[in-house]
């Protein structure tokens, strides 16, 4: 089973800061990564697969790169209703797996 | 616009069974794979099934192995998870998802929250 790690746990920041969130997998995933978002009450929202490409209606504040074991989403200045859970999802190999997750907070 | 229903949740003691639906709506559904994800309280994302467009290709998560059953209807865009010899572990809040082209999701359900308690 691939293992994501997702770091940090917490993130504390401002409204227009950048954030950036990173997800390390246990062995290579080649491209096969996606990012959600998930806010209280609320199910998850797709806003990056394959690494990079943004899903329809995410706004380009939203990126996403990496490849292999290392990724990184960057929330390049966070809005209001930016400050959610994001957990990232490996396809390449079964079982599908998902990180623990970053809680993104208003510091 | 894309809608996915879910219904069947509730209370079940240990041991039970239950059967999750999630009704589909805005697009082909026999096209799409679609899967189930759940969330324990307070907990993370946790997949639990796949199934294919056809519905002749399945996988399972081996915490549920052999206790849950996914199936599809694609005359009635309805996508199915028969869970038996139910856990407390198994309580959590159980999505549907559609797949994208492969196994990422695109749209997700609000979610059925399944409590397994005596």
């Known amino acids: 089973e691939i293992v994501l790690t997702q770091s940090p746990a917490t993130l504390s920041l401002s409204p227009g800061e950048r954030a950036t969130l990173s997800c390390r997998a246990s062995q290579s995933v080649s491209s096969f990564l996606a990012w959600y978002q998930q806010k209280p009450g609320q199910a998850p929202r797709l806003l990056i697969y394959d690494a990079s490409k943004r899903a329809t209606g995410i706004p380009a504040r939203f990126s996403g790169s990496g490849s292999g074991t290392d990724f990184t989403l960057t929330i390049s200045s966070l809005e209001p209703e930016d400050f959610a859970v994001y957990y990232c999802?490996?396809?390449?190999?079964?079982?599908?797996?998902f990180g623990g997750g970053t809680k993104v907070e208003i510091k | 616009e894309v809608q996915l229903v879910e219904s069947g949740g509730g209370l079940v003691q240990p041991g039970g069974s239950l059967r999750l639906s999630c009704a589909a709506s805005?697009?082909?559904?026999?096209?799409?794979?679609m899967s189930w994800v759940r969330q324990a309280p307070g907990k993370g994302l946790e997949w639990v099934s796949v199934?294919?467009?056809?519905?002749?290709?399945?996988y399972y998560a081996d915490s549920v192995k052999g206790r849950f059953t996914i199936s599809r209807d694609n005359s009635k865009n309805t996508l199915y998870l028969q869970m038996n010899s139910l856990r407390a572990e198994d309580t959590a809040v159980y999505y549907c998802a559609k797949g994208q082209t492969t196994w990422t999701f695109d749209y997700w359900g609000q979610g059925t929250l399944v409590t397994v308690s005596s």
């Open positions: 199934i294919g467009g056809s519905g002749s290709t399945t």
């Open positions: 999802q490996q396809r390449s190999n079964w079982p599908l797996t």
């Open positions: 805005g697009f082909t559904f026999s096209t799409y794979g």
